[in-house]
């Protein structure tokens, strides 16, 4: 686990999803904007069915890895504030699609940047070289912090309405203390 103090000075902890984060995931995707879930899944997402939710918490910590946020109240670890995860593409050794979504109310905190630093360093532990992703073309916020985390060129793919972006996660020096607060 690991604390964090987002822009505003609120703060958050991010730690590994559970296998009992269901219920938690399912809350937190109902509190998202229409606007958010469409960014986050390209397309209309109301609601996670129990498989969803299933699907999205039971990780194997390998190929396919998740980090939550959460409110820190009291003490206590409340709700699911962001998600972000990767899962690795078998086609392509190496590379994992990943994915991130944050609340709305916690955006433009510097959260998205905190985990993305997170799941990188958890990628490269474990054998991801590269991430990839496919978001809306107009998702520019998601698009700079790509630019920010990648160490080398980043390929773009324009595919109409939809941009892909690839970056490398190799021979990262920003990382810090990030490596042993996911390892």
Known sequence: MHSHVLHDGTPVEIREIRADDGDRLRAFHARLSPESRY?????????LSEADARYLVEVDGRGHYALVATDAVDGHHGEIIAVARFIALPEVPGTAEFAIVVGDAYQRQGLAAALMDQLAAAAVTRGITRFRAVMLSDNLAIQRLLERLSVGDVEVRMLGSTTEMEISLTAREAFGDSLEAVA
Do not use: D, H, N, S
């Not at 899944?41 to 109301?46: E, H, S, T």
């Open 39 to 47: 960014r986050r899944f390209l397309g209309a997402k109301p609601t």
